[in-house]
């Protein structure tokens, strides 16, 4: 077993000490049309593939209070009919030629991305240039498309009681911050918006300028600049709306608030608010490394050491959520936690339990409380330390065999304003973080004043799918009528 492990951390130490400048530079080639649209190539020859990804900088979190998911809305109506495309000839033509193709939006951007064999990239690039400023965003095909955002809205969360607390949650912690609502939109917005808002919010920001073109794979990078160019350089760069600043307000005090959906178990979702890393330019980055100060990059150490966290207490079975509170104590039946450390505005730590059929919720909540309170209290043994930091990176180097990975991994922090050069930095920063951090994190952040707890009561199951069906049966008869 020793031998394993030695084998297993020699081999990590090789990978890392691999992802150097002098590689990516090599690897990586980045040029800004004369529109501003900028492009960002990556060289991956090991398949005759490759895949495109085009990130416009808008998601719902630049969104105000009657338009929520308007974002997300116009994200499905990117497929259909344009100047040169009849509606739905864009996947159609995607899949004639054997490719993949979709998109998602999240709080701080939206991305449409294909894959295709190599020869196929001239036919990519035209098609998203095609529907970057060429949407017809006919009336009668918009209003058919909510419909279908309103049922996944359903299918996705209404119906799923743990997306629903989340929702939920996510309201509760935020009260300024743009993150209080959810991608997807509130169902009230969804079904007011109107065909002019969609137009309006795409002349906002579907411009060259506030976008990014990813292209990674078995391309050549002067062919990739020269076809962004043909396609998008006739394109018209525009100013798009600078936002105000919402900052979140500070906590007053603990929040609690209880949610009655009809679910089979109870639940319990605790958050605490926790910084996000956003706006570091590759100017900022150089002189940080220049001046060996990468540490007091703003909330750059507390995110990373977060994410250290949230992977001691649940990054696999063997972490210590599940261990002490399913395992062991057996007051849950799952447990874990969650973290992200980028993004535009503050944002959340989460931790979530299913508590045993014995078990009172609460009772749940106070043993996930304990576990943080360890944190502080003990420290964390150098032994699970190193394990966590080596798992990070494994996942980091396994993630490189998929070219969609690595493009969203570029994509994702240019879109937050924040170089690509960032990720291998925040690698080798990782494994500068100590067992005097984790503490010191934890008690800067889990403290009372920071916290939003949820729980999920169950209401009866019979009872929902009965009203569901008698509410069904109305709707079509009123239909025929």
């Known amino acids: 077993m020793n031998y394993i492990i030695k084998y ?6 090789i990978t890392l000490n691999n992802l150097t400048f002098a590689e990516n530079n090599q ?37 105000h209070d009657g338009i929520t998911g308007i974002s997300h809305m116009l994200e499905h109506m990117m497929f259909k009919e344009s100047k040169n495309l009849k509606d739905g000839e864009f996947t159609k033509i995607i899949d004639t030629n054997g490719g ?15 894959v295709l064999k190599s020869d196929k990239l001239d036919l990519a690039l035209k098609l998203e240039a095609e529907r970057m400023r060429n949407l017809t965003l006919n009336k009668d095909a918009f209003e058919k498309e909510k ?25 509760a912690s935020y009260i300024s911050n743009p993150y209080h609502h959810p991608v997807i939109g509130w169902p009230e917005d969804i079904k007011q918006y109107t065909v002019e808002d969609i137009k309006s919010w795409y002349n906002k920001w579907y411009y060259p300028n506030n976008a990014i ?30 936002l105000k600043n919402r900052s979140e307000i500070q906590n007053l005090g ?30 900022i980055l150089k002189k940080a490394i220049k001046d060996n100060s990468i540490d007091k990059i703003s909330n750059f150490k507390d995110a990373i050491t977060l994410e250290m966290i949230s992977a001691i207490l649940s990054n696999d079975n063997s972490s210590r959520l599940p261990k002490s509170l399913v395992r062991e104590s057996k007051v849950a039946t799952s447990a874990g936690s969650q973290y992200d450390s980028f993004g535009l505005h503050k944002g959340l730590f989460v931790l979530h339990g299913i508590p045993t059929a014995k078990t009172d919720v609460k009772i749940l909540k106070k043993a996930i409380l304990k576990e943080l309170k360890n944190l502080i209290k003990e420290s964390v043994s150098n032994q699970e330390i190193e394990k966590i930091k080596n798992q990070i990176i494994s996942n980091k180097v396994y993630s490189e065999d998929d070219i969609s990975n690595q493009a969203i991994q570029i994509g994702s922090l240019e879109s937050l304003n924040v170089t690509w050069r960032f990720y291998e930095i ?4 990782l494994q500068k973080i100590t067992a005097e951090d984790i503490k010191a994190v934890a008690k800067k952040y889990f403290i009372d004043k920071n916290l939003t707890v949820a729980y999920l009561k169950p209401l009866d199951m019979e009872d929902h799918l009965s009203k569901r069906k008698q509410q069904t049966i109305k709707q079509a008869k009123e239909s025929k009528a």
């Open 426 to 429: 925040y690698l080798q920063e």
């Open 100 to 114: 993949v193709q979709n998109a998602f939006t999240t709080h701080d951007f939206t991305a449409y991305y294909e």
């Open 213 to 242: 073109l990813v292209v990674v794979g078995d391309v050549n990078p002067k062919e990739v600049f020269n076809l962004a160019n043909k396609h998008f350089g006739k394109i018209n760069k525009n100013q798009t709306p600078i």
């Open 27 to 63: 690897k990586i080639h980045s040029n800004t049309l004369k529109n501003g649209l900028k492009v960002i190539v990556k060289i991956d020859n090991r398949s005759p593939i490759f895949v495109s990804q085009v990130w416009y900088k808008v998601g719902s979190s630049y969104e």
């Open 254 to 283: 603990t929040k609690n608030i209880e949610v009655q959906l009809p679910a089979k178990v109870p639940m319990v979702m605790l958050s605490f608010m926790a910084p996000n890393v956003s706006n570091i330019s590759e100017e």
């Open 147 to 171: 419909q279908v955002v309103l049922e996944e809205r359903r299918m996705r969360i209404d119906d799923k009681p743990y997306s629903h607390l989340y929702e939920r949650l996510l309201a």
């Open 8 to 13: 297993i951390l020699i081999t990590l130490i």
